[in-house]
């Protein structure tokens, strides 16, 4: 099956900083979103994002569906960014999809 | 964006009962959702797809007699835990697809003692 590999997979920065997440995956994919898991276990969705970019205040991500990854811009962090943040990819007609393993962010005041 | 609500957020239960957790989309209409089980400090694992007037499609490895999920709606799907045991402890999430992409529910923590 499709494999999704996800990195970093830690990253501590200091607020205001920028970062970048990057997701490769394995194969062709008709789907591929961001999110954010919040300390509650709530999935947030950031972005649907198969292919081109897009941008969402300081957030922003660009999937090179040829190249097969996708990568999350996250400007002046704050420590609300705080928690894990997975790529996931659908392969099926079904609309399931894979996840990452995913990248623990930490955003020190 | 579209809502779906999981109901209960959390929910402790003794070894041998049963629980059983719903997952409704609330403002939109889903003919198939999505059960996921994620264990602590690891990443969301798709149990089961659940679709509509039929019967679920169970990933390998997931017992079907023992995670009974039933999707009597368009609106309501539900996953049954039987007979639970310890190792069944876990952070249940359920899924549904709007018109592109997937909107999760808020996840409910099963503790089995």
């Known amino acids: 099956g499709i494999q999704v590999e996800q990195s970093p997979p830690d990253l501590i920065l200091q607020e205001g900083a920028n970062s970048t997440l990057r997701c490769n995956f394995s194969?062709?994919?008709?789907?591929l979103q961001w999110f954010h898991q919040n300390p509650w276990g709530q999935l947030i969705n950031l972005f649907y994002?198969?292919?081109g970019t897009k941008q969402n205040g300081r957030l922003s991500a660009t999937t090179v569906a040829t190249e097969r990854y996708s990568l999350l811009y996250i400007s002046s962090s704050q420590t609300t960014d705080s928690g894990v943040y997975f790529c996931?990819?659908?392969?099926?007609?079904?609309?399931?999809?894979?996840f990452g393993k995913g990248t623990k962010l930490s955003v020190k005041p | 964006g579209a809502v779906v609500s999981q109901h209960p957020s959390r929910v402790i239960c003794k070894s041998g009962t049963s629980v059983k957790i719903e997952c409704r989309s609330l403002?939109?209409?889903?003919?198939?959702m999505f059960w996921y089980r994620q264990f602590p400090k690891q990443s969301l694992m798709l149990m089961a797809t659940?679709?509509?007037?039929?019967?679920?499609?169970?990933e390998q490895g997931v017992e079907k007699d023992k995670f009974l999920i039933n999707h009597a709606s368009l609106t309501l799907s539900t996953l049954t835990v039987t007979s639970a045991h310890p190792e069944d402890s876990s952070f249940y999430i359920c899924?549904?697809?709007?018109?592109?992409?997937?909107?999760f529910g808020p996840g409910t923590r099963l503790t089995v003692t």
């Open positions: 899924s549904a697809t709007g018109i592109y992409e997937q909107y």
């Open positions: 194969d062709s994919v008709n789907n």
């Open positions: 994002i198969p292919s």
């Open positions: 996931a990819v659908g392969v099926g007609s079904q609309g399931n999809l894979i």
């Open positions: 403002d939109f209409q889903a003919t198939t």
């Open positions: 659940s679709n509509e007037g039929s019967k679920a499609t169970y």
